[in-house]
């Protein structure tokens, strides 16, 4: 069962310490990452200018690198191409570390990470 729209609507930065906390809100379909005149600021020396975007289709969030110097991971491994995100996800822009997660006032509480099912390779072009 796929996640109903609008539930892969954040991330939340758990590292490094004085980012812990920030939250990356998927507003768009397409939102640039980095440290330069992007969607989102990361305030950390080792990301890029222009570092990462987040993209939305059909439900479906992914992540993909821009040609970083620190690069990107979902998972620990790093991001060559356009990469799925799911609930659980640990996606790290650097050594900026965030979760994916949903906006917890629309979190149904039967569903879980692991109830997510693999989203096939089509998604991203």
């Given at each position: 069962m796929m996640p109903s729209e609008g539930q892969l609507s954040r991330l939340?930065?758990?590292?490094?310490?004085?980012l812990a906390g920030q939250?990356?809100?998927?507003?768009?379909?397409?939102?640039?990452?980095?440290?330069g005149?992007?969607?989102?600021?990361?305030?950390?020396?080792q990301v890029s200018h222009l570092h990462a975007a987040l993209i939305?289709?059909?439900?479906?969030?992914?992540?993909e690198d821009l040609g970083s110097r620190s690069g990107t991971t979902v998972n620990g491994m790093r991001v060559q191409t356009c990469q799925p995100l799911r609930i659980g996800d640990v996606v790290a822009f650097g050594p900026v570390v965030a979760v994916v997660d949903i906006e917890p006032q629309i979190r149904p509480p039967h569903l879980a990470p692991s109830s997510q099912t693999p989203v096939t390779a089509r998604f991203c072009p």
């Open positions: 939340v930065v758990i590292a490094p310490e004085w939250v990356i809100r998927v507003q768009s379909t397409r939102m640039t990452i980095g440290r005149q992007t969607d989102v600021y990361l305030d950390d020396p939305t289709r059909d439900e479906q969030l992914a992540v």
